[in-house]
């Protein structure tokens, strides 16, 4: 099944996560076993603040009529010249600690305008958002009732969502570190969310046991991407691989260029 809409919404210029990944590749590669020791770990204590080294602005958001206020990073070019520059050599290049998730990508706002527009959060319902980055479909589901975990690689992303957590609610959320290609079936939850991550080849073996090992039996995985020319790779193989698949279509504009979304509402079979 196939549904089209058009969104306008203004919003800043993104960057390219292909051409990034790109001047790090082949620099190192994460431990599934160093991670394992970090998972569940808080990050960011409750009024804690924001890591040192980030120009910010606030930003105000509405979606499907709801209001949200975001902190954004205004300087994410900056970060990505400065890790580059600290050389192959450098443990933050080796365990590529690149700043995708510091940018307010448009596959976000595509997957949190289409849980509103289709109602796919209950109130009490369990949600993780994989790879949270600012957390935006995370706060569009506590928004909606939802008790998420927020979970990305990087603590300084964790720090930003519950920043941004914090300016939109106020009921407890949680935060912890996980990396898709280790997932913790601690994690579980009711529905997963997950924004533009089909952006690597390279994590496309661990992305469908990762959607089976956090997606509770019945659940859904709710997956946007702005149609990056890798993606058709990946989804079209889920089918063959024991998932019931919809996809849903948005196009949003940013600074009056428009960005095709694809929602895909996965159901593991």
């Not at 995370?138 to 720090?159: E, H, N, R």
């Amino acid at each position: 099944m196939k549904k089209e809409s058009e969104i306008r919404t203004e919003v800043h210029p993104t960057a390219d996560k292909r051409v990034h990944s790109e001047a790090l590749e082949g620099v190192g590669d994460r431990s599934p076993e160093a991670l394992r020791a970090t998972h569940g770990l808080s990050i960011a204590e409750k009024g804690a603040g924001l890591p040192p080294g980030y120009r910010t602005r606030p930003f105000e958001l509405q979606l499907e009529g709801l209001p949200i206020s975001l902190t954004l990073v205004e300087n994410l070019d900056e970060l990505l010249d400065e890790l580059i520059a600290k050389g192959p050599a450098h443990e933050d290049v080796q365990d590529e600690r690149i700043p995708y998730w510091a940018e307010l990508w448009p596959a976000a706002m595509g997957l949190g305008r289409h849980l509103l527009r289709h109602g796919c959060i209950r109130p009490g319902m369990s949600v993780l958002e994989l790879g949270c980055g600012l957390g935006l479909p995370g706060i569009v589901a506590g928004k909606c009732g939802a008790v998420p975990t927020f979970t990305d690689y990087l603590p300084d992303a964790l720090a930003f969502a519950r920043h941004n957590w914090e300016q939109n609610l106020d009921r407890p959320a949680r935060f912890a570190l996980l990396d898709w290609r280790d997932p913790d079936p601690a994690f579980a939850a009711e529905v997963v969310l997950a924004s533009d991550i089909a952006y690597e080849k390279r994590a496309f073996p661990f992305l469908p046991q990762a959607f089976r090992t956090l997606c509770r039996p019945g659940g859904k995985v709710f997956v946007a991407d702005p149609s990056r020319s890798s993606a058709p790779e990946f989804f079209d193989q889920l089918p063959a691989q024991g998932f019931d698949m919809d996809v849903f279509s948005y196009l949003e504009h940013y600074k009056g260029h428009p960005s095709r979304i694809q929602v895909y509402v996965l159901t593991p079979l």
